[in-house]
């Protein structure tokens, strides 16, 4: 059985004791003939696997049926009340506990193949001596060579900023500070191999103006600030993270707020209104969904930031997860342990993309102008769209989730007055 492997059309599982993934991560030259392929490591029998286009399983653990509730229930009955509906809440209830779209985004993103890191799959490293061998030469690498150098250079820098600022004129400070934090944050991306890839910078957000993008990970600040300078919006942090919020203070105009505290919120919005109303200041860099997701989705931006006005400059980030996972999954590792994890990854690879600004329109309010952009970041991304809170991280579904659904099933069992004809099917 010939196989061919630059067919767009065709997408192929590939089952191999001996191979576990290494062809797509060292890229080796195979022929197919018989299913027998001759390759560097030797001859082994490969099982193949052929999906026609657009029947290849999405990654998780079951497939879905994505048909809305108004489809499914309103055309097996014409909308009246059927017990067979009680099965397709049972079955939608099911799905949720076995994976939900929502939990998921909280964790790592599942790779298609190994990039022989453990963290990303602790098993595969067992699979045959050879890969295990080059699973321990990466270890080496990354461990010995490149971590002591990274540690170095992020020890080094901010000490680098403090001496320079200390000893210069007030005169100049405004300046000069921002050139030298967008130096330093170039070097801390240095110290992570990382590599940025900016696009559209003629979209790059101007001065008086309010700068929104996808939030994965603490270092979306970092990259952003390497190719220009913002006031940050955020939330009050402590241990480290407070440490180097407060070290950021010094230098910039930045607010931080307190989320569970309301008094907290409206003070914000009057501080942004206030910022954006001198255009001589930096622009402000808020992230609308408050917390981090894994970078395979957009969720739910919150409507403070597009309430106040001013121009929105939307920003979409998208890392590569085959050198190194960027997400920081805050509720299962501290920032040490996330920092250590990224100094000791293979690389940062991430795409910036500067979009077209954005205004809101006459008579829609914030919660569609959020939408809209959320919308357009999440297209240039190639990232899903999710309606959810990103809150949901830490809190409870709220019950007016729950009502909502009700009342959508209410609405369509009403549209033909099916109950109160006491019509039931």
């Known amino acids: 059985m010939g196989c061919d492997f630059t067919n767009s059309r065709a997408r192929m599982s590939c089952h191999s004791s001996c191979m576990m993934g290494l062809c797509n991560d060292l890229y080796v030259w195979a022929v197919s003939k018989n299913h027998v392929y001759f390759t560097v490591f030797g001859i082994h029998i490969v099982h193949f696997t052929m999906w026609k286009e657009g029947s290849f399983p999405r990654a998780g653990i079951i497939q879905r049926d994505e048909t809305p509730m108004e489809e499914e229930v309103a055309g097996r009955c014409q ?12 079955k939608k209830g099911c799905e949720a506990v076995a994976e939900d779209e929502v939990t998921r985004r909280f964790s790592s993103e599942e790779l298609l193949s190994w990039n022989l890191l453990s963290r990303t799959n602790a098993n595969l490293h067992h699979g045959s001596w050879k890969l295990a061998a080059v699973w321990v030469t990466g270890i080496l690498i990354r461990y010995c060579l490149l971590l002591p150098f990274r540690v170095f250079i992020a020890c080094v820098t901010p000490q680098n900023w403090k001496c320079i600022y200390g000893f210069i004129s007030f005169r100049v400070k405004g300046w000069l500070s921002n050139q030298v934090q967008m130096i330093c944050a170039t070097l801390g991306i240095r110290c992570l191999s990382g590599l940025v890839h900016f696009h559209n ?22 990259i952003l600030a390497s190719d220009g300078c913002y006031s940050l919006v955020g939330q009050v ?8 919020q407060k070290s950021c203070m010094q230098t910039s105009q930045h607010v931080l707020f307190e989320r569970s505290e309301m008094k907290d919120r409206h003070l914000v919005r009057k ?36 309430e106040v006005g001013g121009t929105i400059h939307p920003v979409a980030i998208k890392y590569d997860p085959r050198f190194g996972d960027a997400f920081w999954n805050s509720t299962k590792h501290s920032i040490m342990t996330y920092g250590f994890n990224v100094l000791t990854s293979w690389a940062i690879v991430c795409n910036v993309w500067y979009l077209p600004p954005m205004v809101k329109e006459e008579e829609e309010d914030a919660v569609h102008f959020a939408d809209r952009v959320k919308a357009v970041i999440a297209a240039q991304a190639g990232m899903s769209m999710l309606p959810w809170d990103g809150g949901l991280k830490r809190k409870k579904v709220k019950e007016s989730f729950k009502e909502e659904q009700q009342k959508k099933y209410c609405q369509i069992v009403l549209e033909n007055g099916s109950v109160g004809n006491g019509n039931v099917c």
């Open 79 to 90: 909308g009246c009340f059927s017990l067979a509906d009680v099965m397709y809440f049972s």
């Open 201 to 222: 910078r003629e979209n790059k957000p101007q001065r008086g103006g309010i700068c929104v993008a996808n939030h994965t990970t603490p270092l979306d600040v970092l």
């Open 237 to 244: 942090h402590g241990g480290l993270m407070g440490l180097i």
């Open 271 to 306: 501080k942004i209104r206030e910022h954006i109303a001198d255009k001589a200041k930096l622009p402000i860099l808020i992230f609308p969904e408050g917390t981090c997701i894994n970078n395979t989705s957009v969720m739910m931006f919150k409507k403070g930031s597009f």
